[in-house]
């Protein structure tokens, strides 16, 4: 079955380093993807690791996939006040027709 | 270009009224999609279309329906709304490439009384 957790709430201070967990149930999923959403607005797609991959860097951003456990992590560097937003994991099967299964969330505030 | 577009922005409807919240994309992408969001439980699938012309069924199908005419629009129609489906709507849609990655509208925040 599909089951994707995430922690409901992260808060950190700004210049430090933010980690986002998230866990997943299928084994069989094809790409993980991170999206952040800011208050009022649609999800915004931040970055996606395809299954064979361990790390994924896009500047800030560090995504890491550990198979094995199935759990999936973003790392936020130098994390900012516009970091403030609700960020969700997401997982697709290709078994499922590409079908995004969402987990719920984590809110993640900024302090100054 | 403007991606995906959602109407109305928000909405509130009687119980027991119909109402059709529209999406349109204007990036040619073959499949759309119909998410609803709920305080805690993430984003949940309702409807999907692959392709212009067929539709299917998501996790939480009953009360809705879609249709889709054509590759831009993907409305999302409820008979008869229930206070249970007050929630924020989300459309997607996707280029079915080797990374499927969805792009989402702004969304309808929808309040039955």
């Known amino acids: 079955g599909e089951d994707v957790e995430q922690s409901l709430f992260l808060s950190v201070r700004e210049g430090d380093s933010s980690v986002i967990n998230c866990t997943y149930t299928?084994?069989?999923?094809?790409?993980l993807y991170w999206y952040k959403q800011e208050p009022g607005a649609g999800l915004q797609l931040l970055t996606y690791?395809?299954?064979?991959?361990d790390m994924k860097q896009d500047q800030r951003l560090t995504v890491l996939l550990n198979k094995k456990d199935k759990h999936l992590s973003l790392r936020i560097a130098d994390t900012q006040t516009g970091d403030s937003a609700i960020y969700f994991c997401?997982?697709?099967?290709?078994?499922?027709?590409?079908?995004?299964?969402f987990g719920g969330g984590t809110r993640v505030l900024v302090k100054p | 270009i403007a991606g995906i577009t959602q109407a109305p922005t928000s909405q509130i409807l009687a119980a027991g009224r119909r109402m059709t919240l529209r999406c349109t994309q204007d990036?040619?992408?073959?499949?759309m999609y119909w998410y609803r969001q709920d305080l805690g439980l993430g984003l949940r699938l309702i409807h999907y279309?692959?392709?212009?012309?067929?539709?299917g069924k998501g996790e939480v199908p009953d009360g809705y329906s879609v249709s889709r005419a054509n590759t831009d629009d993907f409305p999302l129609t409820l008979a008869s709304a229930v206070p249970s489906q007050t929630s924020v709507y989300f459309c997607?849609?996707?280029?079915?490439?080797?990374?499927?990655?969805?792009?989402f509208g702004p969304g309808t925040r929808l309040t039955v009384l």
């Open positions: 990036m040619r992408h073959n499949a």
């Open positions: 997401a997982e697709s099967i290709k078994a499922a027709g590409n079908k995004l299964t």
């Open positions: 299928d084994s069989s999923s094809t790409y």
């Open positions: 279309s692959n392709t212009a012309g067929t539709t």
């Open positions: 690791i395809f299954s064979n991959m």
């Open positions: 997607a849609s996707s280029d079915r490439d080797s990374t499927d990655t969805q792009y």
